[in-house]
């Protein structure tokens, strides 16, 4: 089955610096690459995804970008702000089908004001 | 348009009992997902159902079971509890499943003592 490993565990950025996570996967036939961001106490929620067909994706100060050929896909972003603290969980999975959706281990960012 | 509910919030248990849990999906959603989330081992897949079966199964014990009623709502219920399956226990719905948004509850925070 699918396994997603994520990298760092843990990110201290300073406040308007830029913050990467990189995610691997296992499985060559995945093409669906959501990430999540849960704050503490909250429910995990989805704030960027991207699918195969494209190499990368933008919304204002995120975006990711994916690397099929070697099988891994970043988060990026920039202009970080103290609300961005979180833990930020990636996923992979196919488009359908009877795979589930399988999530790193998550990188809890911290944004030092 | 109503998000996802989980019930009980908080749920303590005794070493040996047995503990059912409750996901209600957003309406017109037909899957249902339950991830385990611990310290340091992020989400971690249990099962999805999909119009009251089954799809994915993850890499969990028997004594971790689940089902899925015709209105989609799913329950999973972990028997004979053991100190490490305190955690807490998030369901996601999904419209049609995998390659979708996965919406998440609350979840339900379980205590094993």
């Known amino acids: 089955g699918e396994n997603v490993e994520q990298h760092p565990s843990t990110l201290s950025v300073q406040e308007g610096d830029s913050a990467v996570i990189k995610c691997t996967y296992s499985?060559?036939?995945?093409?669906?690459f959501p990430w999540y961001k849960q704050e503490l106490g909250k429910r995990p929620q989805l704030i960027i995804d991207i699918r195969s067909n494209v190499g990368e994706k933008k919304d204002q100060r995120i975006a990711v970008t994916l690397n099929k050929t070697a099988k891994h896909f970043s988060l990026h972003i920039t202009e970080t702000q103290p609300e961005d603290s979180a833990v930020y969980f990636c996923?992979?999975?196919?488009?359908?089908?009877?795979?589930?959706?399988?999530f790193g281990k998550g990188t809890r960012l911290s944004v030092i004001a | 348009k109503a998000g996802v509910t989980q019930t009980p919030r908080y749920l303590i248990k005794t070493r040996g009992q047995q503990v059912t849990l409750s996901c209600s999906p957003i309406s017109g959603h037909r899957s249902v997902s339950w991830y385990q989330q611990t310290p340091g081992q992020g989400l971690q897949f249990l099962f999805e159902y999909f119009s009251e079966t089954q799809r994915n199964k993850g890499n969990f014990p028997g004594r971790f079971s689940g089902r899925q009623f015709s209105n989609s709502r799913s329950e999973m219920n972990v028997s004979t509890l053991e100190l490490g399956d305190s955690a807490l226990y998030l369901c996601a719905s999904m419209r049609t499943g995998v390659g979708t948004e996965a919406f998440f509850g609350q979840g339900t925070r379980l205590t094993v003592v």
């Open positions: 996923a992979a999975s196919r488009n359908s089908g009877n795979t589930p959706l399988v």
């Open positions: 499985d060559s036939a995945s093409n669906y």
